[in-house]
Nanobody, 126 residues
């Protein structure tokens, strides 16, 4: 499965942006999808995940501001980001697990994801 993340850019603090993650395979609809981010000189961290049944889970730092969703007909997942803060500045990656993987989407370890996109950059200016 190939994933392509796009939609990043430069946004002012308080603004909004939507990231997209397009998948090459229809099995994407049966996969857990996650968004991760990596700020300069920091470890990659979990942001949000959505299961094949559209259950969602968020990192505490983004809960209430970010919304993960998916459109299986388009093989695409989204990350709607509102009330952006300068500390949200990072390279954002989407990832997915193999279809029908039974691990809970609450497992935030990046090692549980099998496929990764190339990343899209978000910069939030103060």
């Amino acid at each position: 499965v190939q994933l392509q993340a796009f939609g990043g850019g430069l946004v002012q603090a308080g603004g909004s942006l939507r990231l997209s993650c397009a998948a090459s395979e229809r099995t994407f609809s049966s996969s857990t999808v996650g968004w991760f981010r990596q700020a300069p000189e920091k470890e990659r961290e979990f942001v949000a995940a959505i299961s094949w049944s559209t259950s969602t889970y968020y990192a505490s730092s983004v809960k209430g501001r970010f919304t993960i969703s998916r459109d299986n007909a388009k093989n695409t997942a989204y990350l709607q980001m509102n009330s952006l803060k300068p500390e949200d500045t990072a390279l954002y990656y989407c990832a997915s697990r193999r279809a029908y993987d039974t691990r809970t989407h609450h497992d935030t370890s990046d090692s549980t994801y099998d496929y990764w996109g190339q990343g899209t950059e978000l910069t939030v200016s103060s």
